[in-house]
């Protein structure tokens, strides 16, 4: 069983920057795939970014791309997602995952194990 934790989301103004993390319970989340995804009120969950099991492939959702950077630091058990330029619509709690794809995967389908979110508000 793996759990993740996020943290890092808070209140910013648009323009500004967060990092968000996701601390995972056990070493060998190293082998799987993880990836971001997000969900905004009253909208349904979104793809973000993922990232492979070594961090050296990563993919981003075309409307966060250029603003945000995927990473991973396995000897840690944790991953990152690095946000600038935020904008309002980028407002939303934000998930990390993991899934037993190495190369994870833009389904939100395909992954085993979800963190509890952490709340992203973007004012204007």
């Known amino acids: 069983q793996v759990q993740l934790v996020e943290s890092g989301g808070g209140l910013v103004q648009a323009g500004g920057s967060l990092r968000l993390s996701c601390a995972a319970s056990v070493r060998t989340v190293s082998r799987y795939g993880m990836g971001w995804f997000r969900q905004a009120p009253g909208q349904g969950r979104e793809f973000v970014a993922r990232?492979?099991?070594?961090?050296?492939?990563?993919r981003y959702a075309d409307s966060m791309k250029g603003r945000i950077t995927i990473s991973r630091d396995n000897a840690k058990n944790t991953l990152y997602l690095q946000m600038n330029s935020l904008k309002p619509e980028d407002t939303a709690v934000y998930y990390c995952?993991?899934?037993?794809?190495?190369?994870?995967?833009?389904?939100?389908?395909?992954?085993?194990?979800w963190g509890q979110g952490t709340r992203v508000t973007v004012s204007s």
């Open positions: 990232i492979d099991s070594s961090g050296g492939s990563t």
């Open positions: 995952a993991a899934t037993r794809l190495s190369t994870g995967t833009n389904w939100s389908g395909s992954y085993d194990y």
